[in-house]
């Protein structure tokens, strides 16, 4: 039997192929309109109304009433982290990394939404500011708060090491949410998502295509603010890596705690305001 090469010869037309005109897969003519108005005020004269410290390397999780505000504060050092949301009401409607990233970009900013999985497909919370929107992109491609991460977990840490890790981002955020639902781990577990990684700083190599990752530019006082768009459960995890920069061998990265705060609007800030309704396809050809 002849082996074939893996390395395939170019054809005659292949910058002819290459060169095919390039389109945006959702225009923002179709997204359904953001008054943006609004969010930029529903903020003013807001009160909060509750905390959470989210301890150095480990996770928990809060919920936050629709209409309300919740922000991810930094509040001692450069740190990052791997953010989880359901629909409080219903665990099966979780935040959609993917389709996040395929209506909006890599890296999301103010003005962009979280939206849910299917069969639900709504926007569950809209981002009202952030104060590392002067970031933008740098030299190297990468910008801050991806949807483009998976978040770090014992299996691969298992399979590329062969050691076994269980303080980072996929199990904080398993314990959190066993623990604030009361439910087993191995329940919890079928829930936990692909994440937000709020603050990190991230990107795509130019020449290799492969996703990289550099220290964050987050400093105490920096925070992202969101508007809950329907009733939330979210769970947060400091990540063990710090603010995600290059590793020193033999030195364990600096860790600090994040906040979480939630927000009551000022009375009238919600007039005419609707939570969003779940995607109005039934399914057809045997889809629920």
């Not at 991810?72 to 359901?86: A, M, T, Y």
């Not at 769970?235 to 920069?245: I, N, Q, T, V």
Request: some cysteine; glycine content about 10%.
């Amino acid at each position: 039997m002849t082996s074939r090469s893996i390395s395939m010869p170019e054809p005659e037309n292949a910058q002819t192929r290459r060169s095919a005109r390039k389109e945006t897969v959702y225009a923002v003519g179709q997204i359904p309109a953001l008054d943006m108005e609004f969010y930029q005020n529903v903020g003013s004269g807001a009160e909060k109304v509750s905390e959470l410290t989210i301890p150095a390397r480990d996770g928990g999780a809060f919920e936050v009433p629709a209409g309300h505000l919740f922000r991810i504060v930094s509040v001692e050092g450069s740190q990052v982290g791997d953010f989880n949301l359901w629909n409080s009401d219903n665990l099966s409607e979780h935040f959609y990394s993917g389709k996040t990233r395929a209506i909006h970009a890599t890296h999301i900013s103010t003005g962009d939404r979280l939206w849910s999985s299917m069969p639900y497909l709504r926007p569950m919370a809209t981002i009202t500011y952030d104060s590392l929107g002067w970031y933008g992109w740098d030299s190297d491609g990468c910008g801050i708060h991806d949807v483009i991460g998976t978040r770090c977990d014992p299996y691969t840490r298992r399979m590329i090491t062969g050691e076994d890790y269980d303080h980072c981002c996929h199990s904080n955020l398993v314990r959190a949410l066993s623990a604030f639902r009361k439910i087993s781990a191995k329940e919890a577990e079928g829930y936990v998502h692909d994440v937000m990684n709020v603050f990190m700083c991230t990107g795509f190599d130019v020449e290799s295509h492969e996703y990289i990752k550099k220290a964050s530019p987050v400093r105490p006082g920096d925070f992202i603010e969101f508007f809950a768009e329907i009733n939330l459960l979210g769970a947060l995890s400091a990540c063990p890596g710090g603010d995600c920069g290059p590793r020193v061998p033999g030195q364990t990265p600096k860790c600090y705690p994040l906040k979480v705060e939630i927000l009551r609007p000022a009375k009238g800030a919600l007039n005419g305001w609707k939570s969003p309704e779940p995607s109005p396809y039934k399914g057809k050809h045997g889809m629920s």
